[in-house]
């Protein structure tokens, strides 16, 4: 059987859709269903039914997903790793939001590194491009912040985070929790705003979440990195939001004051995310329990 028909054969049924796996492959459309359609006569089964949107597998597309995919990750990392490299190491190549990866992931990882898992890093913000990587093989273990959907994916929570309004204490002696309460879009306008991004992403969900409005003010700072905008705000740049784990040691430490203290804090949640069937691979399965693990300290 063509290892190449089997590679097709496994992204279509992690994507379910032709046309997905056919952008995931870097192949045309007519060229993957062509791939199907031989896989299936070799078979003589059919793997696939056609379905409003996308496919669905049969039950011998399934039983054959199950018993291919695990082997075909594990060739396509020795491919990629190389058999001379890293001798008697395994790559877990990983990806997720700058922040959280370097504060929570990696130090909860690092202890598998002496026993011999080696690991590479991608820092990615964006959910969609962090599981379209995924999904593509450039990463095993993906930290999104939006649970995937589909038989591509397979998906845990892995811990809420926090969000919390700061300011330095310059900032916070101005202002008024009750006022704040009653007018946070209005105050929110007066005051400078440090954020990742000019959509103001994280304030919005904050005040979505706690004044039922939306933001109307303009950033003032933006730095597309929290730690950045921890350090200005701290500095005293304005006002942001920060998730508490990477805040909660400039809380402590009085650096940073939290303007309010909501009965329902905004909470965004984690999601571990591996490629359906790939956590028969033993160091994929050994990060991701380890990590699923340590997430219940956090």
Same mark, same amino acid.
């Given at each position: #059987?063509?290892?190449?028909?089997?590679?097709?054969?496994? #992204?279509?049924? @992690?994507?379910?859709?032709?046309?997905?796996?056919?952008? *995931?492959?870097?192949? $045309?459309?007519?060229?993957?269903?062509?791939?199907? +359609?031989?896989?299936? +006569?070799?078979?003589?089964?059919?793997?696939?039914? $056609?379905?409003?949107?996308?496919?669905?597998?049969? %039950?011998?597309?399934?039983?054959?997903? &199950?018993?291919?995919?695990? &082997?075909?990750?594990?060739?396509?990392?020795?491919?990629?790793?190389?058999?001379?490299?890293?001798?008697?190491? +395994?790559?877990?190549?990983?990806?997720?939001?700058?922040?959280?990866? $370097?504060?929570? !992931?990696?130090?909860? *990882? %690092?202890?598998?590194?002496?026993?011999?898992?080696?690991?590479?890093?991608?820092?990615?913000?964006?959910?969609?491009? =962090?599981?379209?990587?995924?999904?593509?093989? &450039?990463?095993?273990?993906?930290?999104?912040?939006?649970?995937?959907?589909?038989?591509?994916?397979?998906?845990?929570?892995?811990?809420?985070?926090?969000?919390?309004?700061?300011?330095?204490?310059?900032?916070?002696?101005?202002?008024?929790?009750?006022?704040?309460?009653?007018?946070?879009?209005?105050?929110?306008?007066?005051?400078?705003?440090?954020?990742? &991004?000019? $959509? *103001?992403?994280?304030?919005? @969900?904050?005040?979505?979440?706690?004044?039922?409005?939306?933001?109307?003010?303009?950033?003032?700072?933006?730095?597309?990195?929290?730690?950045?905008?921890?350090?200005?705000?701290?500095?005293?740049?304005?006002?942001?939001?920060?998730? @508490?784990?990477?805040?909660?040691?400039?809380?402590?430490?009085?650096?940073?004051?939290?303007?309010?203290?909501?009965? !329902?804090?905004?909470?965004?949640?984690?999601?571990? =995310?591996?490629?359906?069937? %790939?956590?028969?691979?033993?160091?994929?399965?050994?990060?991701?329990?380890?990590?699923?693990? %340590?997430?219940?300290?956090?």
């Amino acid at each position: #059987m063509d290892l190449a028909l089997l590679r097709t054969f496994v #992204m279509v049924h @992690r994507a379910g859709s032709f046309t997905r796996a056919a952008a *995931l492959l870097g192949l $045309s459309q007519p060229a993957v269903t062509g791939q199907i +359609r031989t896989l299936e +006569r070799q078979l003589g089964r059919p793997l696939f039914l $056609s379905q409003a949107r996308g496919v669905t597998p049969t %039950t011998i597309g399934d039983e054959l997903a &199950h018993r291919a995919a695990p &082997h075909l990750d594990a060739l396509v990392e020795i491919a990629e790793t190389g058999l001379g490299e890293q001798s008697g190491l +395994r790559t877990l190549h990983l990806a997720g939001p700058p922040e959280f990866t $370097s504060v929570r !992931v990696l130090p909860a *990882l %690092t202890p598998l590194v002496a026993q011999g898992l080696a690991l590479r890093v991608s820092f990615l913000g964006a959910a969609d491009e =962090v599981l379209d990587g995924l999904a593509a093989g &450039h990463h095993d273990l993906a930290v999104a912040t939006a649970r995937p959907r589909g038989g591509l994916f397979t998906a845990t929570p892995l811990c809420d985070e926090e969000h919390v309004l700061v300011a330095a204490p310059r900032w916070a002696a101005r202002l008024s929790p009750g006022v704040l309460l009653r007018r946070g879009a209005v105050v929110l306008e007066q005051l400078p705003v440090v954020e990742v &991004h000019e $959509s *103001l992403p994280f304030v919005a @969900r904050y005040w979505a979440a706690v004044f039922e409005s939306k933001p109307a003010a303009a950033a003032t700072v933006v730095a597309p990195d929290l730690r950045a905008v921890l350090e200005a705000t701290a500095a005293g740049a304005g006002l942001a939001v920060l998730p @508490r784990y990477l805040c909660e040691e400039a809380l402590a430490d009085g650096r940073l004051v939290a303007l309010l203290d909501p009965p !329902v804090p905004p909470l965004r949640t984690y999601f571990l =995310v591996v490629r359906t069937g %790939t956590l028969a691979l033993p160091h994929i399965a050994r990060a991701h329990e380890r990590l699923v693990r %340590t997430a219940g300290g956090w």
